[in-house]
């Protein structure tokens, strides 16, 4: 039930056979003292009891939420280009953490799981940011950036975790819990 074409491709990908749900509306909010790394599964959870559709038997709906999560606070899309400068002047040179939940649900269970993925962006000069925003333009990523794009190669210094989690989907771990969930 996801609109990322980011979790399209990994899915795609990995090989999971795949139908896109049609749109719906979520109101995307959780409450305020809900601790940053648990907005993910809170969310997709959300995301799963909102879809508007009943489950055939032989249907698995997949909804997940992944947010960026810098000194306990959540980063997630950027409002505009100030604010994903502003996002990325906070990821220089520091340490954050990739999070993501997801739900898997049949007509008659769910199950929700999370993935955390440690990100090290080396210090980053303000002519770097604004090359990256002005040629890649990543307003719809958490965070303000894909670590697919130029950032990727030329800023994260290391990863522990999921490199797929970064992307928005933990796709290993999904491949297990969906055996998991199956068997």
Known sequence: ASQSPRRRELLAACGL???????????ERYPPTLPAEEVPLYLARLKSDAYPHPLAPHEILLTAD???VSEGAVLGKPRDRDDAAAMLRRLSGATHTVVSGVTLRTAERS???GARTDVRFRPLAG???AYYLDTFRPYDKAGSYGIQEWIGYAAIERIEGSFYNVMGLPVQKLYVELNEFLG
């Open 66 to 68: 992944t947010v960026v």
């Open 17 to 27: 056979p795949f139908e896109l749900a049609p749109k719906y509306d979520c109101e």
């Open 111 to 113: 199950r929700s799981f």
């Open 127 to 129: 002519e770097e940011i």
